[in-house]
């Protein structure tokens, strides 16, 4: 298997540079932690470490150090599609280098092969009451994939820690082979008539999602759908998904556990919910005029937001001093493929008012909108009106990230997470002797 080989002819550098780290630097200090770090949500704390991704405060997400308008030019593209491959974008994140077309498809060809949805997986879904929101259903899909694990049947027979990563690259592949099909059903379930559409085997893994979702013949949505699953598969290692994943994962628990945990803290709503509620505010704004605004009237209605003690969704970013990188790639698409939406039109005045109201304000580091302050609306175009799924799609997405961190911290050996808890007692002691 190509990856397997890419990884594998990788390992035996990666594992001497982090073992020489380890062993001869161990007692460096990287940070030090505050109370109010403590208490905040452990915020800002370096404490994880990830080579999948980093978010650069001036470029934005960096995928293996690549920004995105790097990626969205240099990752390969089939045919007539203006955005690339999801392969090549799994092979990036798993292997590290920009893939050629051929090894992208390599790795379509490997979803191809493994992407067979059991009939049990569907059965468990329909049984679902039917006001089961859609990631409790994604969730339960990716759960009930467990007894299929590579991992843990090979775990139980005895095998060596040095193989534990392929297991899990095994695991991987099954899984997010899968998960368009997973999706596209819980979808056609949820808003449809219920039936479950086989991939298409022509089509790549992005744009089967859109054919399976009754838009086969829409080549734009094929491509929003590669532009979407782009930008969103990693996002460093810190989020509640991606950190829930790795904290489950380290027990050795699967992926399939792992990735469950992770959708599950995808569907808090200081989360992934984020994209929907944009879009919720944009349609709430676009009602409050029988006309398109002006941008005093606009400006006035951002301010009445602020005042009233709400936030203004989609802008502020704790790490970002600029626009997303995100956020510019999809608001790109929609100049392109959808200038005279008034939706769009509508978020495009809100993307010229909105930072100078926060600049004003003075309360907010980064007036700047993200991923999240344009994405519902490119969806909302195309007809995939229904809010609580776009999480799904986010998740969908972000498995490939924290899939690849997996495999990684299999290969490397990463051990079981388990900091250590101080009582509130401890930490007035520890203030009290400091001062």
């Known amino acids: 298997m190509l990856l397997k080989e890419k990884i594998t002819a990788q390992l ?112 468990v879904l329909r049984a679902m009451p039917k006001d089961s929101h859609p990631m409790t259903m994604f969730s339960q899909a990716i759960l009930a994939l467990e007894n299929q694990s590579v991992f843990a049947k090979r775990y139980f027979e005895g095998m060596t820690k040095m193989d534990y990563w392929e297991a899990t690259l095994e695991d991987s592949l099954n899984l997010t082979a899968k998960l368009p099909s997973i999706a596209a059903f819980i979808y056609n379930l949820k808003y449809g008539n219920g039936e479950f559409v086989k991939p298409d085997p022509s089509l790549d893994w992005s744009a089967n999602f859109a054919y399976m979702i009754g838009k086969g013949d829409d080549d734009e949505y094929k491509d929003l759908a590669r532009l979407y699953f782009l930008i969103h598969s990693d996002h460093e290692s810190g989020n509640v998904s991606a950190h829930a994943t790795h904290l489950v994962g380290s027990a050795l628990s699967s992926v399939y556990y792992a990735c469950s945990a992770g959708i599950n803290g995808l569907a808090g709503p200081l989360h992934g919910l984020a994209n929907q509620e944009c879009l919720r505010w944009l349609l709430d704004l676009q009602g409050e005029f029988d006309h398109f605004p002006s941008k005093e009237e606009l400006e006035k209605f951002a301010w009445d937001t602020l005042n009233a003690g709400q936030v203004i969704p989609g802008y502020g970013h704790p790490v970002l001093r600029r626009p997303d990188p995100r956020f510019t790639a999809q608001f790109e698409f929609g100049k392109q493929f959808m200038p005279d939406d008034d939706l769009f039109k509508l978020a495009a005045l809100v993307y010229e008012v909105v930072p100078g109201v926060l600049g004003e304000l003075g309360k907010v580091k980064n007036p700047w909108p993200n991923v999240d302050a344009i994405s519902g609306t490119l969806q909302y175009h195309y007809g995939v009106t229904e809010f609580d799924f776009y999480t799904v799609m986010f998740g969908v997405s972000r498995i490939m990230g924290v899939t690849a961190n997996a495999v990684w911290a299999r290969a490397l050996g990463q051990p079981i997470e388990r900091p250590k808890s101080l009582t509130t007692k401890m930490l007035e002691e520890i203030v009290a002797e400091a001062k």
């Open 12 to 123: 035996p550098e990666w594992r001497d540079r982090v073992t020489k780290l380890v062993k001869e630097n161990g007692d460096v200090k990287v940070g030090e932690v505050s109370v109010s770090q403590i208490y905040g949500g452990i915020r800002g704390v370096k404490s994880l470490v990830t080579d999948i991704s980093y978010v650069d405060p001036n470029e934005g997400i960096r995928l293996r150090g690549y920004t995105i308008p790097e990626l969205l030019e240099k990752l390969p593209k089939s045919g007539d599609a203006k955005f690339p491959l999801a392969g090549g974008v799994y092979y990036l994140l798993l292997v590290g280098d920009i893939p050629t077309l051929e090894q992208a498809q390599a790795v379509e060809n490997e979803w191809k092969q493994r992407n067979e949805l059991p009939d049990y997986v569907l059965n």
